[in-house]
């Protein structure tokens, strides 16, 4: 049976939050009183369903439903986890949350996507203050990772701990905030930015496209993989942050920014602003733009995945939690995935290198499958594929989720030979593999027969995809 997350306030962050949870396999009830709740929410579920499960190379858990409901007590009876994402006002918020403990389980993980409040304030007079937390995402909340865990001081232990467990088995990273502060962590540090980017329009001393520029082409690049710290550690050379420190401090005092002061937020600098963004981004739509940011954060978390690094090591670990053991069909299905945005060649569909990646990701598992897993390449022998004959039967678009069936032709002492079979999700095939393989020692590089426990197995499951191929060739004389 599959655990239902209750979202109050279905906007772009509530919105995202459904999506992050169906597609993980909950089912998700929704509650927002604007008549285009539904409307708004179906369009970011479809940016959703499009763009993460690219991020994984392990089938994502069956989708959960969406369902909306008429009252905050019809959407949270029964949830495990409540996520209230109403507009920023602490009246709204605290009857919002009287409403929800006055039926909800008492287990139940309450959270607040807010960044303007303190736990501290949506607890006061709660009848269970010790259930509610903020769990503040960032937007689009189904690809980026991060959520800043804020229990406060009224928040149970055992709360905190089931929250941190439900946000990362979602594929989320709980930043623990400990002690509760105005706009937590990272918006300070957006604040700060924009502060300072206010004052730079309007001095004229730089367009709002020239701003952007100078993050997206500069240091936002270094921060999306090593943060702020770190960045400045390797900026300090080979005597590290201390050099850093010495180098550096002393601009801390010289007049390099304005963050200490506001510009007054009058019509003609929100004007200014506006006019100058309509021209720098205004010829694309909320949605194309929206497409744009993901695409590109799919291209820059996978890139991240693929050096174990920052943001893309923890989708590494959940993808691996993922993954499950192939069984004993016949065929295998040894790969279920959705085609990612940077598999793309210049004709939009699927680049014809990425089909070798995807019959070695088949083959690899299983090797796997049959023992000669990391475990026993660590220990010094593997498969090396000696031989491919691909063919292409039909385009594979970006986004299309597809499977490949494998089937295991000959087995016998160094010699491994597979038939891939890639198919669209409804079955069309897609192209083939014909694929032989030696055994080898990574020590010598040289062939060599595999350990017994291994060869047994892939002898065993060739007998077995012989038989079933037998069976088929009379059946289909028959």
């Given at each position: ?33 604007d008549p285009e709740a539904q409307r708004k929410i179906g369009a970011v579920m479809e940016n959703a369903t499009r763009t993460l499960p690219m991020l994984y190379e392990n089938p994502m858990p069956t989708p959960g439903g969406i369902s909306y409901h008429g009252s905050v007590a019809d959407a949270v009876a029964g949830a495990v986890w409540v996520q209230e994402s109403v507009p920023e006002k602490s009246g709204l ?336 095939l897609l192209a083939t593999c014909d694929q032989f393989l030696l055994h080898v020692s990574l020590e010598t590089r040289r062939s060599c027969a595999p350990l017994p426990e291994v060869a047994e197995a892939v002898e065993r499951l060739a007998a077995v995809h012989r038989e079933s191929a037998h069976a088929k060739k009379e059946t289909d004389h028959g």
């Amino acid at each position: 049976m599959k655990q239902v997350a209750a979202i109050i306030g279905g906007g772009v962050i509530g919105g995202g939050w459904a999506a992050r949870f169906a597609l993980m396999g909950w089912e998700v009830r929704v509650f927002d009183p604007d008549p285009e709740a539904q409307r708004k929410i179906g369009a970011v579920m479809e940016n959703a369903t499009r763009t993460l499960p690219m991020l994984y190379e392990n089938p994502m858990p069956t989708p959960g439903g969406i369902s909306y409901h008429g009252s905050v007590a019809d959407a949270v009876a029964g949830a495990v986890w409540v996520q209230e994402s109403v507009p920023e006002k602490s009246g709204l918020k605290l009857q919002v949350f009287k409403e929800i403990q006055d039926i909800c389980d008492v287990d139940a993980v309450l959270a607040s996507s807010t960044s303007g409040f303190k736990p501290s304030e949506l607890q006061a007079g709660a009848a269970r203050p010790g259930q509610i937390v903020v769990a503040h995402p960032f937007n689009p909340v189904y690809l980026l990772p991060l959520v800043e865990l804020v229990p406060g001081p009224a928040a149970a232990p055992e709360t905190i701990d089931r929250a941190k467990a439900i946000l990362t088995r979602i594929g989320m990273y709980p930043l623990h905030v400990r002690a509760e502060i105005d706009a937590h962590i990272a918006d300070r540090f957006l604040e700060a930015v924009w502060r300072e980017a206010l004052w730079l329009v309007k001095d004229g001393l730089a367009t709002t496209e020239e701003i952007d520029n100078a993050i997206r082409y500069g240091f936002g690049l270094r921060w999306a993989q090593m943060g702020l710290f770190e960045t400045y550690r390797v900026a300090g050379g080979e005597a590290g942050m201390r050099h850093f420190m010495a180098q550096f401090g002393p601009c801390l005092s010289w007049p390099w920014t304005r963050l200490t002061d506001v510009p007054d937020f009058t019509p003609a600098l929100v004007d200014l602003i506006a006019e100058q963004s309509d021209a720098q981004s205004g010829q694309s739509t909320i949605r194309e733009l929206e497409r744009l940011r993901d695409n590109n954060l799919v291209a820059i978390l996978r890139a991240l995945k693929g050096q174990e690094a920052a943001a893309g090591r923890l989708i590494l670990d959940h993808d691996a939690g993922l993954r499950r053991p192939l069984g004993d069909g016949v065929p295998l299905v040894a790969v279920r995935r959705t085609v990612p945005v940077d598999w793309a060649d210049v004709n939009g569909h699927m680049n014809e290198g990425r089909y070798g990646q995807v019959f070695s990701d088949a083959s690899e598992a299983l090797m796997a499958h049959v023992g000669a897993d990391r475990a026993y390449i660590d220990a010094g022998m593997s498969y090396f594929t000696a031989e491919t004959n691909m063919k292409y039967l039909a385009e594979t678009l970006v986004g299309e989720s597809f499977y490949v069936e494998t089937r295991v032709m000959f087995g016998e002492g160094k010699k491994l030979r597979l038939w891939h079979e890639m198919k669209r999700a409804d079955g069309t095939l897609l192209a083939t593999c014909d694929q032989f393989l030696l055994h080898v020692s990574l020590e010598t590089r040289r062939s060599c027969a595999p350990l017994p426990e291994v060869a047994e197995a892939v002898e065993r499951l060739a007998a077995v995809h012989r038989e079933s191929a037998h069976a088929k060739k009379e059946t289909d004389h028959g």
